[in-house]
């Protein structure tokens, strides 16, 4: 049976070879950057594997998504490619933003917390940083070979949202291209937590569901009521548990989790940094 996989995916990687050939120059021309720079990395049967996994083995799909993954990490990080955030530099890091939540569901799925009514409001600067940050957390999530297989969920608090949080449509643009269609997570469920009753929600909500795709439509969930209600259902059917959801949502997650994840994040990347160089 290994024997089959292996040979099944050694032709997976040879359509995903044809499908990239076929996406015009322009559109490959980070990728292409990218594979002159690190032949070794980013040309890699490894890599390109887990493009072709997080599409179920859709090879039209994981072109896209490779090309994707590239030009937006150029747009956001530059060629260089050094994903090196400190919260002096980009506060937005421990903002409550988005973030991954302790633990995970019950069917052993990372969780991610996306604060929409956390956003600043019409700081291109500061909204700039907040992408650099879900790409952040995303490829922490990418590096864990549970999550990675399993995939995650993502919980977005709307309860304090205002038409403002939707102002800049680059921004919610570029936030659905790192979610669903660059990235290679699963994103397995979308839950929308108390959504405000308003027509601007509704014709935003419009906007937002054509970004993600139909794919990505499938997965999304809305949540409504009281925060005991949010909780008894996130307990009940996800199995997320109250203390892994924040205040925002009636959880009782410790405020300075975040800042606990980080350093550790930061002790581990020091770490990986001193292995390379023994």
Known sequence: AARFLREWEYRKLDELERELERISPHARAAFDDAQARKPGMVGSAAQKLIFLRSTDYDAKAAAR??????????????????????????PELSDEIFHLLP???????GVICYRIDNLPHSDRAALKRVTQVA??????????????????VLVVSLKELTARHFCNIDFVNHM??????????????????????????RMSLS????????????????????EDDIVAEFEGR????????????????????IVKWLEEQQRANEETDGNRTE
């Open 65 to 90: 998504r490779i090309t994707n993954y590239w030009d937006m990490k150029y747009n956001l990080f530059g060629p260089e490619n050094e994903v090196l955030l400190s919260g002096p530099e980009c």
């Open 103 to 109: 633990g995970t569901d019950a069917f052993g799925r």
């Open 135 to 152: 790409w952040y957390v995303l490829s922490t999530v990418m590096a864990n070979k549970v999550t990675n297989s399993k995939g995650i």
């Open 176 to 201: 659905g291209v790192i979610l669903f269609k660059s990235i290679p997570v699963k994103i397995r469920a979308v839950h929308l937590c108390v959504p405000p009753e308003s027509w601007w929600f």
């Open 207 to 226: 906007v937002s569901m054509r970004v993600i795709g139909r794919e990505g439509r499938k997965r999304v969930l809305i949540h409504t009521g009281t």
């Open 238 to 257: 996800f199995g997320i548990l109250r203390e892994q959801l924040p205040s925002v949502l009636g959880g009782t997650l410790d405020p300075h989790y």
